[in-house]
């Protein structure tokens, strides 16, 4: 099992930024973001393939930038111009053999909270 391991989470006025960060045990073929709110089902934020091909929610596109560093299996999302619905648990996952299969990996979360 692939270990996940998040950071950059935290309080940030809307309009603000923050740059969440991953790094994984090992190489993962996809990673990506979600994130889930109390009450509601986790979310696709952005994935990127070991290929550099990315998708992102509808609600972030233009606003969020995901990456990744194969060599150090690592994927970041740095977040712009974040609203108030941007504030949840984000999670760092991945699938380590398949592009398109569910995630199998997933880290912990780190809270993201927009508020002024």
């Known amino acids: 099992q692939v270990q996940l391991v998040e950071s950059g989470g935290g309080w940030v006025q809307p309009g603000g930024s923050l740059r969440l960060s991953c790094a994984a045990s090992a190489s993962m073929n996809v990673m990506g973001w979600y994130r889930q709110v109390p009450g509601k089902q986790r979310e696709l934020v952005a994935r990127?393939?070991?290929?550099?091909?990315?998708t992102y929610a509808p609600s972030v596109k233009g606003r969020f930038t995901i990456s990744r560093d194969n060599a150090k299996y690592t994927v970041d999302l740095q977040m712009n111009s974040l609203q108030a619905e941007d504030t949840a648990v984000y999670y760092c996952g991945g699938n380590q053999y398949s592009t398109f299969a569910p995630f199998k990996s997933w880290g912990r979360g780190t809270q993201v909270t927009v508020s002024a």
């Open positions: 990127i393939t070991i290929g550099g091909t990315t």
